[in-house]
């Protein structure tokens, strides 16, 4: 039962709570209300499932930090994580700056989870299942999820730019 425990699934909380906390702080062009208005469904479907698939993987992911890839992709985890939160802290506190209203400032909490991704899919290199190659599998799904929801992001970002 332990060695189930010790999945890449816990690399996730730490944005989980991180985005439940923080989330309603952030500044109106990234309300839900606003965030999903009429956005293609395609884009809509094809962002939720690659979600869904980004987020449940890592519990089939062994954590291990035996191999020096392994202990490089808890390295870029720890740096992807604290971009990742430094992205959202300058959208909550300086929304204004030129940096938040930029396209680059806007798309960064997006486009900055690459990061902590690529982390994960480096650490999970095993899986609890006859899956070889989930870390590979995992890495693909990554990179289709984020250029799906920085493309998600660009839209909602040429709608609210002028204000």
Sequence with gaps: MMKYL?????????LLVWNIVFTSRLPWGYARDVFWRDIPSWIGITENITRILVF??????QFSLKTSVQKA?????????????????????FPQSSWSRSLWGYAAPAYTTIIFFIGIGLIGKTSFIELSSISIIYLAISVAFVAIHTAHTYIIFQRIEPL
């Design 6 to 14: 010790s999945n890449c699934f816990w690399l996730l909380v730490p």
């Design 56 to 61: 449940t993987l890592p519990i089939l992911m």
């Design 73 to 93: 992709g808890l390295g870029i985890y720890l740096i992807g994580l604290l971009l990742y939160f430094a992205s959202w802290i300058l959208q909550i506190y």
